[in-house]
C-alpha cells in the first residue's frame, strides 16, 4: 500500500521550526499501518528537514545560533550573490543537513524516539510557503 | 515482506564506534532477501549515525576531534544549558550527521562498500545503552 | 515492483557536480512507476552524495569552498594521514554530507523541485570512478 501526497508548510520566519503536529495532521492513513517507512522530501534547496529535540525551544534557537556562526554570510570567497546574502548560505546549510527524512512507521504511527521531532529549517530570510512530498509505503 | 525489530545498543564512550557487526548480528533475516532497503533509525537526539572507513581506527578519532571543534562547549550563545555542556553540542553534531540510514540489501547482505562499515556516533559524555529501530523491506 | 542496479559513475575532478542526467540516463524504467521511491547510494567513504541547485554553478563551487575551509587540510590533530592530505577531510566531508538519498517518483519521474539537482561531491583529488547502486520500489 503507497500513499503519496504534497503538503503545503505555511510560511514561517528563518530558523528552526517544529512541524510534527502540522505534518502528521495531514496523514491520518498512518493509523492503518501496522509496519512501513515514511519518507518526508522537501522540495527546495534553501530550506531542509531533520529530527531533534521537540520539548525546550531553546535548542531550535541555539540550532540557529550554530548555522549562523558556521556558514556566515558575505563571504569573500562567496559568488553566487544575486538572490541576497542569506542565499548562498541557505544552499550550503540545506546539504549539509539534508532534505528528506525516512523515518519508521510501526503501530499505525511513526517510530520517533519520546524526544524526536520533525523541524522545518528555513534558511532564508523570506522563504515563503515550502512544499513537501510524503510518500509511505506499509501495510 | 518487512521485518522491523528494535534493537539496543550497548553504552559506548563518546566518540564514534564501528556497529556493523553488532547490528547485522540482530539481522539473520537479511540471508533471505535477493533485493531490498533497509532503514536504521537511531531514536534519540543527541547520538547519530553515519557510515564511515572501516579499517583505520585513527579516522573515528579523527571525526570525534573535528566535530568537538566544529561545535565546541560552552559557547556564550547556547540557551540549552540545564543537562551540561556537552548537551547543546551533543544536538547539533547529531542534525549534522543525521539520525537514520537507508542501505540497499543485495544478494542477502547489505550492499555496502569493502570499505562502508555503520558506525554509532555517540554524542554525549554518558549517553548509556541507545535504541535503535530497524524497518527491512524486501524480496 | 523492485529494480536494482549498479551503475559507475565516469571520473570526475574533486567537487561538487551534477549527475541528474547521467543518473536517469540509466533508470529509463523509473517511466513504468505511477508511485515509488529511489534510493541512490554511494559505496565509497571519500565521496558522497546531495541535492542542491541545478542551475548557478557558483552554488557547487561556493560549496567546495565553504567545505575546504569547514574541513581543512594538513591540521596538527589529524592521525589518519597515510593516502594524503586530502583523504581525512574527505571521510569528515563524506559524513556531514552523506552516502545516499532517497527520493520518491511520482507519475514516471523523480519527484524532484524545479531547482533541484542531484550533485556527487568528490572529495579526493583523484578519487577515480565511483560506484553508485540505486534501489528502486514502486508500482
Same mark, same amino acid.
Given at each position: 500500500?503507497?500513499?503519496?501526497?504534497?503538503?503545503?508548510?505555511?510560511?514561517?520566519?528563518?530558523?528552526?521550526? %517544529?512541524?510534527?503536529?502540522?505534518?502528521?495532521?495531514?496523514?491520518?492513513?498512518?493509523?492503518? %499501518?501496522?509496519?512501513?517507512?515514511?519518507?518526508?522530501?522537501?522540495?527546495?534547496?534553501?530550506?531542509?528537514?531533520?529530527?531533534?529535540?521537540?520539548?525546550?525551544?531553546?535548542?531550535?534557537?541555539?540550532?540557529?545560533?550554530?548555522?549562523?556562526?558556521?556558514?556566515?554570510?558575505?563571504?569573500?570567497?562567496?559568488?553566487?550573490?544575486?538572490?541576497?546574502?542569506?542565499?548562498?548560505?541557505?544552499?550550503?546549510?540545506?546539504?549539509?543537513?539534508?532534505?528528506? %527524512?525516512?523515518?519508521?512507521?510501526?503501530?499505525?504511527?511513526?517510530?520517533?524516539?519520546?524526544?524526536?521531532?520533525?523541524?522545518?529549517?528555513?534558511?532564508?530570510?523570506?522563504?515563503?510557503?515550502?512544499?513537501?512530498?510524503?510518500?509511505?509505503?506499509?501495510?
Amino acid at each position: 500500500m503507497w500513499i503519496q501526497k504534497e503538503i503545503r508548510l505555511e510560511p514561517r520566519p528563518r530558523g528552526f521550526h %517544529l512541524i510534527t503536529e502540522e505534518l502528521l495532521g495531514e496523514l491520518p492513513e498512518l493509523r492503518n %499501518l501496522r509496519v512501513g517507512m515514511m519518507n518526508v522530501f522537501i522540495m527546495h534547496t534553501s530550506a531542509s528537514l531533520t529530527i531533534n529535540e521537540n520539548a525546550d525551544p531553546a535548542v531550535r534557537q541555539d540550532l540557529e545560533s550554530w548555522f549562523n556562526r558556521a556558514v556566515p554570510e558575505g563571504e569573500p570567497w562567496c559568488r553566487h550573490r544575486d538572490e541576497g546574502p542569506d542565499d548562498l548560505p541557505a544552499h550550503i546549510k540545506s546539504s549539509i543537513l539534508g532534505n528528506s %527524512l525516512d523515518i519508521p512507521i510501526a503501530g499505525g504511527r511513526p517510530g520517533l524516539g519520546t524526544w524526536q521531532g520533525i523541524y522545518l529549517c528555513e534558511h532564508r530570510n523570506h522563504g515563503g510557503s515550502r512544499s513537501i512530498m510524503v510518500t509511505v509505503q506499509g501495510e
